[in-house]
């Protein structure tokens, strides 16, 4: 599988993405979005990243180990 396609078929990459729009939107387009709410979303969307690249490497150092 190419780069680009595992890149483009990634889930963390998407919620990073819509993450990165939702701050441009509000922020920059000042939609006035409740300070708890922007904070909530945010912190949803790096917890699920930072979750799914402890995975991904707990899977790459199990198949490391079972070699």
Do not use: C, H, P
Request: glycine share 6%; charged share 20%.
């Amino acid at each position: 599988m190419s780069i680009l396609k595992q890149k483009l078929t990634s889930r963390k990459f998407w919620v990073a993405v819509a993450s990165a729009a939702f701050i441009i939107l509000s922020e920059g387009l000042g939609l006035n979005v409740d300070s708890d709410l922007y904070w909530k979303i945010v912190s949803l969307a790096l917890s699920y990243i930072f979750g799914e690249a402890a995975v991904d490497i707990a899977r790459v150092i199990n198949k490391t180990e079972g070699q």
